[in-house]
């Protein structure tokens, strides 16, 4: 089993950074894949970028690619998003997710975990 907690959100104007943290509980961190998604108010919930059990291979949406970076640390249980050069199209609560296939997922019913959300907004 595993819960995640994400932190890091905030308030930001536009060109600005961030850095997204999710805490994971347990000791099978390693054993799964884990993504973050993000909700924009009034649409559906969206894959931002994911990253292997390894670390190695990483996967990002391209609205998000060249400008947000995953990665984890498994020693502390935890995966980051740094985010730069922030939009106002970027405000959203973002969300966590943990999935135990190896396989590259984007879909909400392929995860197996979820946190609660971070809010983050970017203001121009």
């Known amino acids: 089993q595993v819960q995640l907690v994400e932190s890091g959100g905030g308030l930001v104007q536009a060109g600005g950074s961030l850095q997204l943290s999710c805490a994971a509980s347990g000791r099978t961190f390693d054993e799964y894949a884990m993504a973050w998604f993000r909700q924009a108010s009034g649409k559906e919930r969206e894959f931002a970028a994911r990253?292997?059990?390894?670390?190695?291979?990483?996967y990002y949406a391209d609205s998000v690619k060249g400008r947000f970076t995953i990665s984890r640390d498994n020693a502390k249980n935890t995966v980051y998003l740094q985010m730069n050069n922030l939009k106002p199209g970027d405000t959203a609560v973002y969300y966590c997710a943990a999935d135990r296939s190896p396989l590259v997922h984007t879909l909400i019913p392929e995860y197996d975990y979820w946190g609660q959300g971070t809010q983050v907004t970017v203001s121009s």
């Open positions: 990253i292997s059990r390894s670390g190695r291979i990483k």
